[in-house]
């Protein structure tokens, strides 16, 4: 009997995949949320740091690094987990994490995501990426396939961990016997990061690309001015019916900015996106996803 309610004491310590997953998301949502913040106060590492070699990258994985160690050492579980009551213990025995396990933990969390997130964004911008970048790319695609399996084996129950990389550092997620141990002024530090949860939340919403095509944008399209207020020798300069902006040739592989609404060569603003990253007639910031290719019927 003492054995049969141990059992059923494990079973109940088990998270579900949702559970899980919906901690994953909330980690997962801190790195994008505070690039947002910090890019809209231009918070950002800008030095020199030997000859010609110019650093210019964000703060956010240093934040967020900072945010999931502490975490990690308070209650042995990352940001998102914590808010879900789970906790990181070992497979084999049950103990919480060693400070190397704690170490490793925040470092795989912050910097896996930003690594693979550089990567393809880097590919889909059409960049001149490295053979290694390339590599990089299809390790990322095998570890997400062992993810799923991994997944799925936790879900029939025949796995203990549901990652690979859980599996790699001998880690499982279960349900604290007790709640932490912590001081008054460490708990109500640690709540008020929970509770910017929810602002992460709303600040990712609101960024949020098909949250901003389905409202229809943030940004009016732009007056076109009138040819009578422009100068006389502007007049010649501008593009003819069926003319690329940039180019002022007739358009080949038309695409439309869904941000201005001007049409360009495929080329044309591919080429012109990667050097200012704006829209050439209006000057709005665009990025690859908000190219439309247009095709004619």
């Known amino acids: 009997m003492a054995e049969a309610a ?4 494990n079973l109940q310590n088990v998270p579900s995949i949702f559970e899980i997953s919906a901690a994953e998301t909330l980690d997962n ?3 994008p949320a505070l690039s947002k913040v910090f890019d809209y106060f231009g918070l950002r590492l800008d030095f020199k740091l030997w000859g010609n070699l110019h650093v210019r990258e964000e703060v956010s994985p240093i934040i967020t690094w900072i945010l999931q160690y502490l975490y990690l050492r308070k209650r042995a579980s990352s940001f998102g987990e914590s808010f879900y009551g789970l906790q990181r213990t070992a497979t084999a025995t049950g103990e919480l994490l060693t400070r190397q396990q704690q170490f490793t933990s ?10 693979e ?6 590919s889909a911008q059409h960049e001149n990426t490295y053979a290694w970048e390339s590599q990089l790319i299809n390790l990322f695609h095998v570890y997400n396939a062992s993810k799923a399996i991994h997944t799925f084996l936790y879900l029939i129950k025949y796995a203990k961990s549901h990652s690979p990389l859980f599996r790699a550092l001998r880690l499982t997620l279960r349900y604290p016997s007790e709640p932490p141990k912590e001081d008054k002024w460490t708990y109500i530090f640690l709540k008020m990061l929970e509770v910017l949860a929810f602002f992460l939340q709303f600040i990712q919403w609101w960024y949020s690309n098909d949250q901003r095509r389905k409202l229809g944008g943030t940004l009016q399209n732009p007056q076109a001015m009138p040819e009578r207020e422009l100068p006389k020798e502007l007049k010649n300069t501008l593009p003819k019916n069926g003319e690329c902006p940039v ?10 900015c869904a941000v201005s609404g001007y049409v360009y060569c495929w080329k044309c603003i591919v080429t012109h996106l990667k050097e200012q990253g704006t829209c050439p007639v209006t000057s709005y910031p665009i990025t690859i996803e908000d190219l439309v290719r247009i095709y004619e019927t």
């Open 29 to 31: 949502l801190i790195y």
């Open 106 to 115: 925040a470092t795989l969390l912050t910097f896996l995501p930003y690594i």
């Open 6 to 9: 141990n059992v059923r004491q």
């Open 247 to 256: 180019c002022l040739l007739p358009l080949q592989t038309p695409t439309a």
């Open 117 to 122: 997130r550089k990567l393809r964004s880097r």
